[in-house]
Every structure is written in C-alpha cells, then in structure tokens.
C-alpha cells in the first residue's frame, strides 16, 4: 500500500523568505509524485509534478527515491503563494493517494 | 463543459437518510476519481472509474457507501444510514485518461452536513 506523508499541517512564512513543504512517500513500486494547490474559494489544481522537471510560479520539486522525498521549495515566498498544498503520489494502478495537505501563510 | 461539475454544492441532511451526490466530469474525460475532505485529514481516496468500471474500490468506508458511473460520464455517490462522521466535502475529479500525463480536473465539491 502507497502512503504519502506531510508532517507539516501549517507553515507560516514571511514575504520573500525561502520556504520548503516536506513530503515522504511510501510505496514499493515505481512513483510518480505531483504537488496539487488549493488558493481560497478555488479548485483544487496541478501544481507541478516531478517527471516534467519543470519551475512552475517559482516552486520546484525533487525527487530523491534515496530519501523518499518530495519536498516543495520555492526560494522567495510571495502573499500569493498563501494556500493549502498536497502531495500526492499515483501508483502503478493509477490510484492517487494525497497526503493530509500543508496550510502555508505568506505573511507581509 | 468548462469543467467538472458537483451537485448539490451544499446539502444538509438528518441522520439516518440517504444522499446521493452527483459528478459531471469533462466531457471526453475517460478517468473519474471521488474524495473526502475532512478536516486535518487531507484528501481521502474513495473510488476510481475507468470508463464505467471502478478497478479500485478499495477506499469507499464502509458498505454504506456505493458508486456507479455510467455511459462514461455522470456518476453518482450514494450514502446509505447517513452517519455524522460522514459529514465532509466530497470532491470529484476526471482526468483524459488514466496516468501521469493527465493531471486531474477537481470539481468544487459537495459540503455534506449530517446532523
């Protein structure tokens, strides 16, 4: 069974700090990772996911199978990166479990 | 469409009674998932269709809880004995086809109250 893991549940950072959202996975197979967004009153929606590579708004994401880890990171936070964000993870047989999500303030 | 479509947004119901939740997802979308969304618990996988087959039905609670999906379109969830402990958001979601290469469209979800 595939287990994501965001030990985090708020994150609170100031405009312009650097700022990371952890994300462990368990999974016996081959993963594919993505981070999903959420701003307030909108849809749940793709962020980024690890086999594109890409810098979307700022934020990239790694993953390290060594650590199983797919940590967000973005190296200047701006207000409106304030949202919930959640990991997600799509196994083998196009399950996609999402972890219990990051709640991150970008304070001014 | 222009996008996944929830009904009813909001929907306020006695404990005890059945509720039934409708998603229309994006037209030629071949792949549909249901979620929970309780608080502090994050997004709780409940059902996946492919077409009108659901392959993994592993995540539904209990046998209260059924889905179906048909002509590869609508589909509807349907809560038997409403309990309080069902009251969350549950959202939908359809992609072109199952996969990495087709990210998922969220509907804005059904707010479910038992009380």
């Known amino acids: 069974a595939q287990r994501v893991t965001q030990p985090e549940k708020l994150l609170s950072v100031f405009k312009g700090a650097p700022v990371e959202l952890k994300c462990n996975y368990s999974?016996?197979?081959?993963?594919?990772l993505f981070w999903y967004v959420q701003y307030s009153r909108q849809r749940l929606q793709l962020l980024l996911r690890h086999i594109s590579r890409e810098s979307i708004k700022g934020f990239t994401a790694d993953l390290n199978k060594g650590e199983t880890s797919f940590h967000l990171k973005k190296p200047f936070a701006q207000e409106e990166d304030s949202a919930m964000y959640y990991c997600a993870l799509l196994s083998n047989d196009y399950k996609l479990s999402f972890g219990a999500g990051t709640t991150v303030t970008v304070r001014a | 469409g222009a996008g996944v479509s929830q009904s009813p947004s909001n929907k306020v119901t006695e404990k005890g009674k059945d509720v039934e939740l409708r998603c229309d997802p994006i037209s030629g979308h071949t792949a549909l998932y249901w979620y929970r969304q309780s608080l502090g618990q994050g997004l709780e996988f409940l059902i996946y269709f492919q077409g009108n087959s659901a392959p993994d039905k592993s995540g539904l609670p209990s046998d209260r809880f059924s889905a179906e999906r048909t002509g590869g379109s609508v589909s509807t969830l349907t809560i038997q004995r409403t309990q309080q402990e069902d009251s969350a958001v549950y959202l939908c979601?359809?992609?072109?086809?199952?996969?990495?290469?087709?990210?998922?469209?969220f509907g804005n979800g059904t707010r479910l109250t038992v009380t």
């Open positions: 999974y016996s197979g081959s993963p594919e």
């Open positions: 979601a359809s992609s072109l086809e199952s996969g990495s290469d087709s990210p998922l469209h």
